[in-house]
């Protein structure tokens, strides 16, 4: 099967700036998650989508950024305007959400991710 | 909170030789454990989870990893490196009754592994 496709895979852009990544997930995978990981960590939990709706974004900092997921396909995450700190890969996963708790124990496919820089 | 700890930011061990990565979780209640790998420029790829039942789960690769409840831990081990598992390793939680932030898959920080020829 194809994998969790992200675009573009790197970024460099300017503080102030903005920008926007795409993921396009496995195919009959419902949830949808963007992660954020600094060099030297571990993956953090930006957005979750189940199908088109948002499940989790608490960690999202959503004066600057915002994501969507319109058809309950592919998404797109949005920063501006663009820190310093925002320097990261952005990596988008996905997986399958079968009823029930089943969900919380499905294995998350990531893509290759955007590795962004912030000048 | 939920919080993962891989109290190991290297670990090198010789080709052929068993190889151990670390991990002790923080949960609330019962966990989900899973591994993951990810190489240079390159996403995660899964390798195992623990779900219930037998607290050995075997995985990928030759990989397998033993939950212990009782010292919260789930390392990761293999009988027999390789010098293509050289890769960075990544350990995550996430609580069977998931609510709020425990929805959260939470990562560890990762430890590079090397294996040495």
């Known amino acids: 099967e194809a994998g969790v496709a992200q675009s573009p895979r790197y970024k460099i852009i300017e503080k102030r700036q903005s920008v926007a990544f795409w993921c396009n997930p496995i195919s009959g995978h419902a949830t949808l998650y963007w992660y954020q990981q600094i060099l030297g960590q571990g993956p953090k939990l930006l957005i979750q989508f189940q199908n088109n709706g948002v499940v989790d974004d608490s960690q999202l900092p959503k004066d600057r950024f915002s994501a969507e997921r319109l058809k309950g396909v592919d998404s797109t995450l949005k920063i501006q305007p663009a820190k310093l700190e925002d320097s990261a890969v952005y990596l988008c996963?996905?997986?399958?959400?079968?009823?029930?708790?089943?969900?919380?124990?499905?294995?998350?496919?990531f893509g290759d991710g955007t590795r962004l820089s912030i000048l | 909170a939920q919080s993962v700890a891989q109290p190991e930011d290297q670990v090198n061990v010789a080709e052929g030789n068993p190889l151990t990565v670390k991990c002790t979780y923080s949960v609330s209640g019962n966990p989900y454990l899973f591994w993951y790998v990810q190489y240079p420029n390159r996403g995660l790829q899964f390798l195992l989870k623990y779900i219930t039942g037998d607290n050995l789960v075997k995985g990928s690769y030759g990989f397998e990893a033993e939950f212990n409840k009782s010292q919260t831990s789930f390392h990761l081990k293999k009988p027999s490196a390789l010098v293509s598992d050289s890769a960075l390793y990544f350990c995550a939680v996430r609580a069977r009754i998931s609510s709020g932030s425990a929805r959260q898959l939470t990562f560890g920080s990762g430890t590079q592994l090397t294996v040495l020829p």
């Open positions: 996963a996905s997986s399958l959400a079968p009823s029930g708790t089943g969900q919380y124990n499905q294995p998350q496919h």
